[in-house]
C-alpha cells in the first residue's frame, strides 16, 4: 500500500474515533502474528456506517464474562453532540418479541389456546376484518393468517408520506383499514409477514387481560426485567439522550424522531436501547419470562424456517445450533438483535441512517436500506461465531 493512502486512512481512522462513545478502552490494533479482536468485524462495520453518513449507530455484545459496547456518530443534527452506547431508539418490530411473551403468558394460565381461533373472541373480526377461515393465535404470532399489513392501503405513493409521519393511526384503526384489503383463503397457512397480526394480537391481549396492552406488557416484560430505558407508549422526540431519525421529502429534511402511529403499538411501539434489547434476550432464553414450553413453541419454525412465533431465526456455524431474535425497521431506524438460546451470548446493534428520501419517493432507498440490514446481521453473526468456545 502506497504510503500516501495509509496517511489518508489513519487521518479517516482518527476522525471516526472522535465521534466514538466507548464504553471501555478499544482494544487497539492486534500484536504481529495474533488473530484480530472478536469484535472487530462488528466495529469495521460500524465505522463503514458513517462513512456512509449514518447519522449514528450504536450496539452491544456479550458472552460469559465479557461486554463490549460502542457508538458512533450524533445524536442529532442539530446539535451535533457525540452519541452514547446507551442511548435510546426506536427498534420497531422487536415490539414483536416482547408483545409474544404476553400472549404467550395467556396461553400458559390457560385463558386461550395456540390453536383456539380468535375469530368469536375480537370484534374487530366480525365487525371491519373479513377472514376468510378460523384464525388462530399461532397464525398470529408467526404471521401465517394471510392478513394483509394495513400499510398496503396507507403507503401507495409520495404523496402519503406527510400522513404517515403526522396521522395517529391507532390498533383499532389499522384493523379497519386492512379490513379494506382482500384476505385471500389462499394465503393462509403460508407466511405473510404482516404489522396487522400483532395489532389483532394486541387487542387479544386486552380482552383477555382487561387491561390497555401497554399496561400489561410493561407487567410481563419491562418491568420484571427494569428495562428502565424501555417504553411503549411514552414521548421521547425531547429526551436528551434520544437518538433522533430523519429522513428527505422533496428534498427537505424532516425529523421523524417518533411519529403519532407509532405511540402504544403492539406491532412496532418500543423505544429501547441496545442494552435492554440484549437485556430481553438474555432473559427470555434464560427462562425468566416464560415457561420452556413457550419457548420451545416460539422457537419452532415449521411454516417459514426463518421465522418461529414472535422471534426471528439465524444459523449458529460454530456449533450447529441456532440463534434468534428481532429486526425492527422504519425508515430511519434499523435494528437487528441476535442471541443463543442459552442465555448467554447476545448481540444488539442500532443503525440510524443518512436522511434519505423514502422508498415510496426513490425505490432505491429500499435496496439501500436491506442492504444495510444485511451488513449488520453479517457483523453479529460474525463476532457472536468469534466468541463461541
Not at 53 to 63: G, H, I, S, T
Not at 80 to 87: I, L, T
Not at 98 to 114: D, H, P, R, Y
Not at 155 to 162: C, L, M, Q, R, S
Request: charged fraction near 25%; aromatic fraction near 8%; glycine fraction near 8%.
Amino acid at each position: 500500500m502506497q504510503r500516501s493512502r495509509m496517511l489518508l486512512l489513519s487521518a479517516a481512522t482518527a476522525l471516526l474515533l472522535s465521534l466514538n462513545g466507548c464504553t471501555d478502552a478499544d482494544p487497539g490494533p492486534a500484536p504481529y502474528g495474533t488473530a484480530p479482536p472478536a469484535t472487530k468485524s462488528i466495529d469495521d462495520t460500524m465505522r463503514a456506517f458513517v462513512e456512509q453518513e449514518a447519522v449514528a449507530v450504536v450496539a452491544e455484545v456479550r458472552w460469559p464474562g465479557g461486554t463490549w459496547s460502542r457508538a458512533y456518530g450524533v445524536r442529532n443534527l442539530e446539535s451535533r453532540e457525540a452519541a452514547a452506547p446507551g442511548d435510546s431508539v426506536s427498534v420497531a418490530s422487536i415490539t414483536k418479541s416482547m408483545t409474544a411473551v404476553s400472549v404467550m403468558k395467556l396461553v400458559e394460565e390457560g385463558l386461550i389456546g395456540l390453536d383456539d381461533p380468535v375469530n368469536g373472541i375480537l370484534e374487530s373480526f366480525s365487525t371491519v376484518l373479513k377472514p376468510p377461515g378460523p384464525i388462530t393465535v399461532r397464525q398470529l404470532l408467526g404471521h401465517t393468517s394471510g392478513m394483509p399489513t394495513f400499510q398496503e392501503a396507507t403507503e401507495k405513493n409520495a404523496d402519503d408520506v406527510p400522513g404517515i409521519i403526522r396521522e395517529e393511526i391507532g390498533t383499532q384503526r389499522a384493523l379497519e383499514i386492512t379490513g379494506q384489503l382482500p384476505w385471500e383463503a389462499r394465503d393462509m397457512g403460508f407466511f405473510k409477514y404482516s404489522d396487522s397480526n400483532y395489532l389483532a394480537l394486541g387487542q387479544l391481549i386486552e380482552k383477555l387481560r382487561g387491561r390497555p396492552y401497554t399496561e400489561v406488557v410493561r407487567a410481563d416484560v419491562i418491568d420484571p426485567l427494569g428495562l428502565e430505558a424501555t417504553s411503549i407508549n411514552e414521548v421521547v422526540t425531547g429526551k436528551p439522550d434520544m437518538i433522533h431519525g430523519y429522513i428527505t421529502f422533496r428534498d427537505e429534511r424532516l425529523d421523524i424522531t417518533q411519529s403519532p402511529g407509532e405511540m402504544g403499538s403492539p406491532a412496532f411501539g418500543a423505544i429501547s436501547t441496545v442494552s435492554d434489547v440484549n437485556d430481553f434476550y438474555a432473559a427470555l432464553f434464560r427462562g425468566e419470562l416464560v415457561s420452556e414450553e413457550s419457548l420451545q413453541e416460539m422457537t419452532r419454525a415449521d411454516d417459514m424456517p426463518l421465522f418461529g412465533l414472535g422471534l426471528r431465526k439465524w444459523t449458529q456455524d460454530c456449533d450447529g445450533e441456532y440463534r434468534y431474535g428481532g429486526m425492527g425497521g422504519f425508515w430511519a431506524y434499523r435494528t437487528a438483535a441476535i442471541a443463543s438460546t442459552d442465555g448467554q451470548y447476545q448481540a444488539a446493534m442500532t443503525l440510524v441512517p443518512p436522511p434519505l428520501p423514502t422508498p415510496l419517493e426513490d425505490p432505491e432507498t429500499d435496496d439501500k436500506l436491506n442492504h444495510w440490514d444485511d451488513q449488520m446481521v453479517s457483523a453479529l453473526q460474525e463476532t457472536l461465531d468469534r466468541l463461541c468456545p
